[in-house]
């Protein structure tokens, strides 16, 4: 019968080693970062809406990636309508916000200033510290049978937050990366479409140009005095 416990003994605590460490990841398992790629159509405003809490923190990172001048009137407002960051005519930017008052923080895209040129524009939101409440330390609670193995479920609680936030950055670094890739694709097409128009109207003013000094040089030689008999 021994044995038979030992082996019950084992099995108990590795159960309950892999449902912490379960439990441990879940609470990681939020996604707190969003990216949005729209158009802004000539002389259109269009305006973006965040449900924050108090004390938490709000990064936004923006870019034209499309459209004549690559640029773009940016402003973030408060829930109780203070301006706290306005740029003018920028190509990109990041603003980072730290949240004093609950409620839905608006951040605005303006295009008016343009009156023919639609603007692509992508932005990326990062948000820090949203769920404060839920990451209390309710979760030792659940935590059994850990000393007699003398493992430290802090250190693979910090192990874990330090992997988490490293993907996170490598995913918001990635996604940078493919918005700057997308402008300059769009640089490079918008240059190739320019250089192919003025290439084909040089060489059409060429030939038009060496008709011209063709038909001259004959008349130069033409003889137009009548001959009479």
């Known amino acids: 019968m021994e044995p038979a416990r030992m082996v019950l003994?084992?099995?108990s605590v590795f159960i309950s080693l892999v449902s912490d460490r379960l439990v441990v990841l879940a609470s990681f398992s939020q996604a707190t970062d969003s990216d949005f790629t729209f158009s802004l159509p000539a002389g259109r405003k269009e305006c973006f809406y965040?449900?924050?809490k108090k004390e938490a923190?709000?990064?936004i990172e923006y870019q034209v990636l499309?459209?004549?001048g690559l640029d773009v009137d940016f402003s973030i407002s408060s829930p109780s309508g203070q301006l706290l960051f306005s740029d003018q005519r920028k190509s990109d930017g990041v603003h980072t916000v730290e949240t004093h008052e609950d409620g839905d923080y608006v951040f605005c895209f303006d295009n008016t200033f343009?009156?023919?040129s639609e603007k692509l524009v992508f932005f990326e939101l990062i948000l820090d510290n949203m769920d404060q409440e839920e990451d209390s330390d309710n979760w030792k609670e659940h935590i059994i049978g850990t000393d007699s193995l003398d493992m430290k479920l802090e250190d693979i609680m910090d192990t874990i937050n330090n992997v988490k936030s490293r993907l996170g950055k490598s995913a918001q670094i990635q996604t940078l990366l493919r918005a700057f890739e997308a402008r300059d694709r769009n640089i490079q097409e918008s240059n190739f479409d320019r250089v192919n128009f003025w290439?084909?109207?040089n060489l059409v003013m060429m030939m038009v140009v060496s008709a011209v000094q063709v038909y001259l040089v004959r008349s130069l030689f033409e003889d137009k005095r009548k001959i009479r008999t």
Do not use: K, N, Y
Request: net charge negative.
């Open 9 to 11: 003994c084992l099995l």
């Open 50 to 52: 965040q449900t924050m």
């Open 57 to 59: 923190s709000l990064e």
């Open 66 to 68: 499309d459209g004549a």
């Open 114 to 116: 343009s009156s023919i």
């Open 199 to 201: 290439s084909v109207f």
